[in-house]
């Protein structure tokens, strides 16, 4: 990693599909921003603990531990951390309204920004349906994500051991399936459907490793991405500006994508 930088005070920060647990996680990317952002409200909207990946094969090295000790420090620091849990880590949903070491629990939640936009924050598993285009169909997508992620996990291994910056594979794979593409397009006009049915003005959400900044049919739809392929999270700065992030070692930047204007 290069030089650490000033702290960067904002506004929120939005993190979802952490994955820890999970051999690919990419936790020193992620305890990287957490060291350098300073979030007056923190929101970790689902998946952050694979606990489908723990069941299978315990993996928990110290790199996942200093991801929860460092989000317990940012709580007792001050931050307000909420965590939505999502598909993945599901089994905490029968915590919600309550809290543990600091961090509330809550199923969804509605957060106003400083320009007062209303969003529904939400892991994004809840849109499954609109997704999924049969059994088998969604039988092969685990089966192919399961490869992808491999694939994505030895590429890494290899462009470190050369001294190369991290690149995913995964995604540059997916971006070129037209049937991941349409999967996605249908996954974002469920959740623009849902946050314009509630009378809100967007929504953030996760679950699909796709990150996104954009104006859907005059709402906003955002979508935090991942910490397995594409080390993303959404900054909300302290005039209400939304910022997509990407977080590696050559392009760690504040400013991946901006706030799109209104439609």
């Known amino acids: 990693m290069s030089a650490v ?8 920060l939005f993190l979802s599909d952490l994955h820890l647990g999970s051999k690919d996680c990419k936790a020193d990317y992620l305890l990287d921003l957490l060291a350098q952002v300073r979030p ?18 315990p993996y928990w090295p110290e790199s996942h531990q200093a991801v929860l000790v460092a989000l317990r420090a940012l709580a007792q620091r001050g931050t307000r951390v909420m965590y939505i849990p999502g598909n993945h880590d599901a089994a905490l949903r029968e915590f919600v309204g309550s809290q543990l070491l600091g961090v509330e629990l809550q199923e969804e939640w509605v957060y106003t920004t400083a320009q007062g936009k209303r969003l529904l924050l939400i892991h994004g598993d809840q849109f499954d349906g609109a997704v999924m285009v049969g059994r088998f169909t969604s039988w092969l997508g685990d089966r192919g994500y399961d490869l992808l992620l491999w ?18 594979l995964a995604s540059f ?3 070129r399936v037209q049937l991941a593409q349409q999967a996605v397009e249908r996954f974002v006009r469920a959740a623009v459907h849902e946050a314009r049915e509630r009378g809100l ?3 953030v959400c996760g679950h ?10 005059g709402l906003l739809y ?8 594409n080390c993303t999270a959404l900054l909300e700065q302290r005039d209400g500006q939304l910022t997509l992030l990407h977080w590696s070692e050559v392009q ?3 400013a991946v994508h901006q706030q799109p204007s209104a439609a």
């Open 151 to 168: 694939l994505n996990r030895w590429s890494h291994y290899g462009r470190r051991r050369i001294g190369l910056s991290y690149w995913s």
């Open 173 to 175: 794979l997916k971006h």
């Open 252 to 254: 760690r930047q504040l």
């Open 201 to 203: 003005d967007g929504i």
């Open 5 to 12: 930088s000033p702290l960067y005070f904002c506004r929120a």
């Open 40 to 57: 007056e409200q923190l929101f970790l909207v689902g998946d952050v603990i694979d606990l489908w990946s723990l069941k299978r094969q």
């Open 208 to 217: 699909i490793h796709a990150p996104d900044l954009r104006s859907q049919a």
């Open 222 to 229: 955002c979508n935090t991405g991942d910490w397995v392929e």
